[in-house]
């Protein structure tokens, strides 16, 4: 995330960053704006206010988390987002073919597996956006 930071802020836009209180020094030194927070918890629900999408770069369980919960939201009608995933390389492959098996095994809903977009390049995910 530190060179997504410093790409913003390279071109001029601010970053905002969302970090529980227990993180306190982890956070990018360039941030424009620290929002603080208790939980985890509070951290994911500070990150989906105000917004009406989410897209998860590759990254590690704590992306994996955060996407999660947020689609399981988009499912209930609790988020109004859409739910992008950056599939650089192939990174959400398995993802995908997990939420396709859960389609087959009548887990999820086929509309709204088609909720979760998959686009593997930057050219794709602009004609998303």
Not at 41 to 63: C, F, V
Not at 93 to 119: C, H, I, N, T, Y
Request: net charge negative; hydrophobic share 40%; glycine share 10%.
């Amino acid at each position: 995330m530190g060179d997504v930071c410093d790409e913003a802020l390279k071109h001029g836009v601010g970053v905002i960053g969302v970090l529980p209180r227990f993180m306190k020094g982890f956070e990018h030194p360039r941030l424009t704006e620290v929002i603080w927070t208790d939980r985890m918890s509070q951290r994911k629900d500070a990150m989906r206010e105000g917004t009406t999408l989410a897209i998860a770069l590759p990254g590690g369980i704590g992306t994996l988390d955060e996407i999660a919960e947020t689609y399981c939201l988009a499912k209930l009608g609790r988020y109004p987002g859409r739910v992008i995933l950056f599939n650089k390389d192939g990174f959400y492959e398995p993802l995908k073919a997990q939420l396709d098996l859960f389609v087959e095994r009548g887990m999820l809903e086929p509309e709204f597996r088609s909720q979760a977009l998959f686009p593997a390049t930057i050219e794709e995910l602009k004609a998303i956006l």
